[in-house]
């Protein structure tokens, strides 16, 4: 054993730079995964901690279980095998009414325990009605993006959901088209989007970080597109979005050439934008289209390429997106490049 520890610690010593260079990119990948992952066992909301303790208890009973019964299967076939040049074969045993009623009824005491736990995790975390002072959303699951209405608040947007921190947030989930499926794992448990009826929802982001989240029912071909960012900020920086979000769409008096270009094509009949355009409502919100990190649900970053790249044809982005190529010229490509991102 000591000779094991000495060449063990001879090694480290040997290759410090490669044993630190290790260390510095795991814990480096830890701290980046520790916002972007989406670990069911890593919870910031107490919408999503029951969820984990129940799974984790299940995934103890049931490991039990598995010790149990594979440890006396290997214990009788080594302890039972043929030996030497045996050749009768062993009493044959029918029937053994303690036995049978063991494994009958421990099953079935498991089996009901584990029922009752999980319809009590059920029941304590489904909510009706919002709790006091909790922050709205409606959130609408489109082929293939996500709209977020705060109608108290009176902001419509897309992709990303900004809530306070520490705020319990109460969701309404309804769907535009087909089904989808609402999944922020860190936060809480996933609900469906169904047409036609409403489902609720909530979480409470209690620290400040970018949560990620998926549509976690299949919707068409790209169902994988459509990512969820929950956005959860200091009261103060939520307040400032909310106040911004608020606002008009910001003029700028020297880049009219894309709003005309944008007001004559058939964006108007799409896309919203407060204090220009208010026809639209199959796509997203344009008004502060800025303020958004990423473009198309998560499908490509907020840059002045892949919005040129979106418009020229969205399915450059996500393949066979419900808006249309427009089939625009370079001039009205640049026009309306330059005209969207003084949207802030
Ligand atoms: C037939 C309806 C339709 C028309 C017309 C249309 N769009 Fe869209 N647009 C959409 C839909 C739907 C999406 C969301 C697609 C997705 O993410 O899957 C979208 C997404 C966008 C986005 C990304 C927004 C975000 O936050 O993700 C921009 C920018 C955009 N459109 C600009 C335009 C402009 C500019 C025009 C006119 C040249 C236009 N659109 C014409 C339906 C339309
Ligand atoms: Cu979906």
Redesign the pocket.
Known sequence: MPVLVLRATNYLRKHTVLVLSFLFVTSNSLAISASQNLNIFDPVSPAATPIRDLFMLVFGVIGIIFVVTEGALIWSILRYRAKGDETTEPPQIYGSNPIELAWTVIPIIIVFTLFLVTTRTIYSLDMEEAPEGALRVKVTGHQ??WEFEYEDLGITT??ELHVPKGVPVFVELRSADVIHSFWVPRLAGKIDCIPNRENHLWFQADEIGTWYGQCAEFCGT?HAKMLIRVISEDKQDFDAWVADQQQKAFETPTKLNGKET?LT???V???NIKGLSMEGG???D?TH?MS?ET???G?APNTASS?RS??AN?SNI?EG????N?M?TDTQLDA?VEY?QTLK
């Not at 997106?321 to 249309?324: D, E, I, Q, R, S």
């Open positions: 293939w993006w897309a992709g790209q944008f094509l058939a964006c009949n799409c896309h199959f796509g997203p344009l289209l958004r473009i198309a649900s499908a919005l979106w418009l969205p996500k997106a419900l808006m249309p427009m625009l309306l969207l």
